[in-house]
């Protein structure tokens, strides 16, 4: 059995690698949330579901103990909440990570909204632990599996991608941890 935990499990890329997830037996998976509420009744009933504070160690440290691998899906104080994540996993042991960052946050001047973006990816590179960073493009609703990847340091190509093609992405990561290992990589829609 494989232990997945999803930090930031109510958001709506996160409900499309729940899905995805569910195809594969093999995980356990662990939702951890600010509001339980948020979450669809048939997603909180098959999982285990712990509210708690990604930016409160205490309660991050107790969620993650125990698992394989601690997926990040979070948006606002990125970087209290990546230090906190990273922390958490060193200090427990657990070394496997997969975070959403954004594209352009290697752009020159880095724009306001990026920059927590940014420190996300610095933070979880600089941490010891065997990451994939997914710097996406903008997310779609669209009902298709297609994307591109670009390494770190090469130019982003591509358009606007699907939440379903972002998710299959992740899912096959989980599916096979050593996939991508040290990897930062952009996501996108092939032109």
Not at 10 to 38: H, Y
Not at 149 to 178: H, M, W
């Amino acid at each position: 059995m494989k232990k997945v935990i999803i930090i930031g499990a109510s958001g709506s890329l996160a409900s499309c690698v729940i899905k995805d997830l569910e195809k594969q037996p093999e995980v356990e998976l662990t939702l951890f949330v600010r509001n339980k509420k948020r979450l669809q009744q048939n997603v909180a009933a098959k999982y285990k579901v712990i509210e708690g504070d990604a930016a409160n160690y205490n309660h991050v440290e107790s969620a993650i103990i125990g698992h394989d691998i601690v997926y990040v899906n979070l948006a606002g104080d990125l970087e209290t909440m990546t230090g906190i994540i990273v922390k958490a996993m060193q200090e427990t042991g657990v070394k496997r990570i997969v975070a959403i960052s954004s594209i352009g946050i290697y752009n020159t001047p880095l724009r306001a909204i990026l920059k927590p973006y940014r420190k996300l990816a610095d933070i979880i590179e600089a941490s010891g632990l065997d990451y994939t960073i997914l710097r996406p493009d903008w997310f779609t609703n669209g009902n298709e599996v297609e994307y591109v990847l670009t390494k770190k340091g090469q130019p982003e190509t591509g358009t606007a991608i699907s939440r379903k093609s972002i998710a299959a992405f992740i899912a096959t990561i989980i599916k096979d941890p050593e996939l991508h290992k040290n990897e930062n990589l952009g996501i996108s829609k092939p032109n």
